[in-house]
T-cell receptor, first 114, second 111 residues
């Protein structure tokens, strides 16, 4: 139990579907992150939120739309995805967005695009 | 180089020591981290070391840091089958808002 919970654990969707990934942290942290983990590639940072404000968007296509309604919840809204978007999507949180704070990860959502 | 570099694979026998190596890029990184990822799970923070330290020991884990060479290593003593996983090193690179991760080293422990 890491204190960061992601749902669903697995998601299969067609390219025209719309779905959302959810992340919730119970650690009292102020910063939250979305990462993409593809086979044989380094972990890719997608978005960083600090106190519900997006502080980094790492050149992510607009078919990925993050939302942070409060400091405990983070969503990733998906629409019109491509097969290359199939990956493990990891959420993380840290005390704040300064990068000297350790990040705590959820178990991820395994996304498969048909 | 721009990447945090790790070897891809390491195989050891149960009971032996494992040493996983990492070369990072930013000499001004203040913290360096080791994470473990088991199959089907996220990244679990194992340990981290502050850059003014040479060594940190935590039970079976020993982290060694060579700042001059920007080299980090993780030694696991008495390696067990439950230690089989992918191990990631990470640095807090100056000017970046999040950690920068290596590609991971897959540790296979044979009975």
């Amino acid at each position: 139990e890491t204190g960061v919970t992601q749902t669903p654990r697995h998601l299969v969707m067609g390219m025209t579907n719309k779905k959302s990934l959810k992340c919730e942290q119970h650690l009292g942290h102020n910063a939250m992150y979305w990462y993409k983990q593809s086979a044989k590639k380094p972990l890719e940072l997608m978005f960083v939120y600090s106190l519900e404000e997006r502080v980094e968007n790492n050149s992510v296509p607009s078919r990925f739309s993050p939302e942070c309604p409060n400091s405990s919840h983070l969503f990733l809204h998906l629409h019109t995805l491509q097969p290359e978007d199939s990956a493990l999507y990891l959420c993380a949180s840290s005390q704040d967005w300064r990068n000297d704070q350790p990040q705590h990860f959820g178990d991820g959502t395994r996304l498969s695009i048909l | 180089g721009e990447d945090v570099e790790q070897s891809l694979f390491l195989s050891v026998r149960e009971g032996d020591s494992s040493v996983i190596n990492c070369t990072y890029t930013d000499s001004s990184s203040t913290y360096l981290y080791w994470y473990k990822q088991e199959p089907g799970a996220g990244l679990q923070l194992l340990t981290y070391i502050f850059s003014n330290m040479d060594m940190k020991q935590d039970q079976r884990l020993t982290v060694l840091l060579n700042k001059k060479d920007k080299h980090l290593s993780l030694r696991i003593a008495d390696t067990q089958t439950g230690d089989s996983a992918i191990y990631f090193c990470a640095e807090n690179r100056t000017g970046r808002r999040a950690l920068t991760f290596g590609s991971g080293t897959r540790l296979q422990v044979q009975p």
